[in-house]
């Protein structure tokens, strides 16, 4: 069964104070790993996919990584409206309607 | 882009009574949906898999005659809960993948519903 772990469960950190966020994961044939922010109250907003070891990808202050156990994002110099709750999910399998399973997520608080 | 919507935004109902809860494709045409549910503090909780023009397919625990799916169009898809109960509250939200995407499209998800059964 596909095992998605995250951690730490909750990250505070003052502006400018740079850190990561881990995604475990066990999954025979991944298929894509996922990263979203979401937002108290609403649907998870896609930040990144990674499809293979060593991959990275980068969007503002956040850079994902991925190697075949786990996955990194990197927050680089973080403001107060980068707190939410970030999400990482995996994929396996090999037909269109392959479903996604979710880590509990990382609640992250920036504060200024 | 790739935006989808759900109507309404948040519900109360009386317990005993359905409610219907929509999801939309607004930029592009959905094959696959999919409906989640998620509790205070969790992550999200995959319910079933809604295929435009054929039956859904349903997680294991999620009853099928109470979380009814249709996925009549490309573009939308509906969840109706069916004599919802108090513990039938929580926050719905649905995803949509491009039709025009491959096997590694990725999920766009919805702003979500939060039902609230008195």
């Known amino acids: 069964e596909d095992q998605v772990t995250q951690s730490p469960e909750a990250l505070r950190l003052q502006e400018g104070e740079s850190s990561s966020l881990n995604c475990s994961y066990t999954?025979?044939?991944?298929?894509?790993l996922f990263w979203y922010r979401q937002d108290p109250g609403k649907g998870p907003e896609f930040l990144f996919t990674?499809?293979?070891a060593g991959e990275e990808k980068e969007k503002e202050r956040l850079k994902a990584t991925l190697t075949k156990k786990e996955s990194f994002l990197h927050i680089t110099a973080p403001k107060p409206e980068d707190s939410a709750t970030y999400l990482c999910?995996?994929?396996?399998?090999?037909?269109?309607?392959?479903?996604?399973?979710f880590g509990e997520g990382t609640q992250l608080t920036v504060n200024p | 882009g790739a935006v989808v919507s759900q109507h309404p935004s948040r519900v109360i109902c009386k317990s005993g009574t359905s409610v219907k809860i929509e999801c939309r494709s607004l930029?592009?045409?959905?094959?696959?949906m999919f409906w989640y549910r998620q509790f205070p503090k969790q992550s999200l909780m995959l319910m079933a898999t809604?295929?435009?023009?054929?039956?859904?397919?349903?997680e294991q625990g999620v009853e099928k005659d109470k979380f009814l799916i249709n996925h009549a169009s490309l573009t939308l898809s509906t969840l109706t809960v069916t004599s919802a109960h108090p513990e039938d509250s929580s926050f719905y939200i649905c995803?949509?993948?491009?039709?025009?995407?491959?096997?590694?499209?990725?999920?766009?998800f919805g702003p979500g519903t939060r039902l609230l059964v008195l």
């Open positions: 999954v025979s044939g991944l298929r894509g």
């Open positions: 930029d592009f045409q959905a094959t696959t």
């Open positions: 999910a995996v994929r396996e399998g090999q037909t269109s309607g392959s479903r996604l399973t």
């Open positions: 809604s295929n435009e023009g054929s039956k859904a397919t349903y």
């Open positions: 995803s949509a993948k491009k039709a025009s995407g491959g096997l590694l499209e990725t999920q766009y």
């Open positions: 990674l499809y293979s």
